[in-house]
């Protein structure tokens, strides 16, 4: 008999290879490379879940009586948005986060949110007790939702009862937590955690249930990362935040069924996660007057304007080496600016040590806040306010040329909202005179410097 080729999986980007190696050839990270067990074909797990068997059918056969019912809305309308506009039926989700970030408590009021909206609920927990999830559940003041709770890790035993109870939504607490018994490798290892998603989601498919996977994104090379189930899932979302902040983000970055890109906003509090409707209100909340350095980004997440504070400090750096530190934005495009700030409008940021932070917590990667990025540097560094009534939005090429972004139109309407009058953005955007707000449009970044800071 011939010898079953041996597979490795990458934890972290999920690249397969025939070989072990100590680092990655796909995403170079070192010591993420383990044996995945092939999975056993016999066993009741394994068996066809019915249906088609495979058999194609013509695209126009398939009547509109089979055409999926209509998304079920969540009553929480952050998460409604990031799903593209509720719950898909028979779809997988996959919802990531690090360990402690509130995803338990955000799906526990998920869980009790549909449940009132009329669908079967069931909520498996793999950490946590029955009772401890229901203790949780009535500090969150759910504990009279009609959710069907479970404390159990053996897959098999989870698709059995799924099977008997037939529920519209399942969520599954953590995915690291199952365990598949047809499977030799332990609880959280690359083997169990794809063995685990695939049943889960071949059942939503098949049965028409649908099902959420929550798996801690850990940099410990222990707990497979979450990475591996997201080519399984129709959508993938993540959950984010700053510990010593009080927000969280939820960001879809994959979504069969709607935008990706998407986020809603939540804040958590002593009684569990509230909606956060006017995201721009809260990320400026804390601004005072204004000060050197400060800068409101006119930006855009998924579908939305949200605005943020680029708050950078310049100082002269006691090092020999000066320091380049970002926190919420890119470390690669923060260099990038500083180089042509330089070399195009000869501002010099050698010997000074530079810092980089988007307040509140928030990571912003739209290119468009170069400029806003930029006039945080300059005014950092030349300790000149810019005003306070001003917002900033652009993106900056290498020739130091400002280029139009998209949807001027709706980041000036979301900061003539807040109250702001005035705008620096690159000439020719389209749709900006209509906004009413007092303009200033650049064509390059040294016209810029000259403009605002006299330079
Ligand atoms: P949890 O949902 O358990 O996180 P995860 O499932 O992602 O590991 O949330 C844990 C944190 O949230 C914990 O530090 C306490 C805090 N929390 C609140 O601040 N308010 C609440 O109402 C709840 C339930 C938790
Ligand atoms: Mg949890």
Known sequence: MAKAQKNYVCSKCAAVTTKWSGRCDECGEWN????????????????????????????????????????????????????????????????????????????????????????????????????????????????????????????????????????????????????????????????????????????????????????????????????????????????EGERGHHFRLLRAVKNRFGPSNEIGVFEMTGDGLREVKNPSALFLSERDEPAPGSVVFAGIEGTRPVLVEFQALVAPSPHAQARRTVVGWDGGRLAMILAVLESRCSIPFAGLDVY???????????????????TALLSAREDVAVPKDCVVFGELSLSGSLRPVNQTENRLKEAKKLGFSSAILPARSKAAEKSGMSLRQMTDLVNFVGEVFGA
């Open 32 to 239: 993420t490379i383990a044996e995945e067990k092939p999975l056993s074909t016999s066993g009741p797990t394994k068996k066809s879940l019915g249906g088609m068997r495979g058999k194609p059918v013509p695209l126009s056969d398939l009547s509109t009586k089979d055409a999926p019912p209509p998304r079920t809305s969540s009553g929480i309308a952050e998460l409604d948005r990031v799903l593209g506009g509720g719950l898909v039926p028979a779809s997988a989700i996959l919802v990531g986060g690090d360990p402690g970030i509130g995803k338990s408590t955000l799906l526990l009021q998920a869980a009790a949110q549909f449940a009132l909206e009329g669908l079967k609920v069931i909520y498996v927990s793999g950490e946590e007790s029955a009772a401890q999830v229901r203790m949780r559940a009535q500090r969150l003041g759910l504990g009279g939702a009609p959710v069907k709770l479970a404390a159990e890790t053996n897959l098999r035993d989870i698709l059995t009862t799924m099977e008997a109870e037939e529920p519209d939504l399942v969520i599954i607490d953590s995915i690291q937590t199952m365990w598949a018994d047809n499977v030799e490798s332990a609880p959280g290892s690359v083997s169990q955690v794809r063995a685990a998603a695939h049943e889960l989601t071949t059942f939503a498919k098949t049965r028409g249930v649908s099902v959420v996977l929550v798996g801690h994104v850990t940099k410990d090379g222990q707990l497979a990362g979450p990475r591996v189930v997201e080519h399984m899932v129709d959508t993938v979302l993540y959950f």
């Open 356 to 374: 980089l932070n988007v307040a509140g917590g928030m990571k912003v990667s739209e290119p468009a806040a170069d400029l806003a990025v930029a």
